[in-house]
């Protein structure tokens, strides 16, 4: 049984930071490219960063040297350093791990605000 896991968001201050965590289980951590996606209220589902079985990373225009994805392949999870927070990074964040076939997490909250 497949299950994708994220936990670390929260509440938290213009400027400041959060890391978020996905431990993935049931899968083949080590070949599957690990994804977070993040959806606003009113807007679509957009991707943040990825990182592919090689570890090459991609990363959304708007994220792009603020937030940092990585991951351990050890404990089967992957990570969003998020810097810089802004109001417009507000959103549930969610994780997907792809090997063969997609799987989602259920999404965690990420607020800015004051």
């Known amino acids: 049984q497949v299950q994708v896991v994220e936990s670390g968001g929260g509440l938290v201050q213009p400027g400041g930071s959060l890391r978020l965590s996905c431990a993935a289980s049931?899968?083949?951590?080590?070949?599957?490219?690990m994804s977070w996606y993040r959806q606003a209220p009113g807007k679509q589902r957009e991707l943040v960063a990825n990182i592919n079985a090689p570890g090459i990373t991609n990363y959304a225009d708007s994220v792009k040297g603020r937030f940092t994805i990585s991951r351990d392949i050890a404990k089967r999870t992957v990570y969003l350093q998020m810097n810089s927070l802004t109001s417009e990074d507000t959103a549930v964040y969610y994780c997907?791990?792809?090997?063969?076939?997609?799987?989602w997490g259920q999404g965690t909250q990420v607020t800015v605000s004051s």
């Open positions: 049931g899968i083949n951590f080590s070949i599957a490219t």
């Open positions: 997907r791990a792809e090997a063969f076939r997609a799987y």
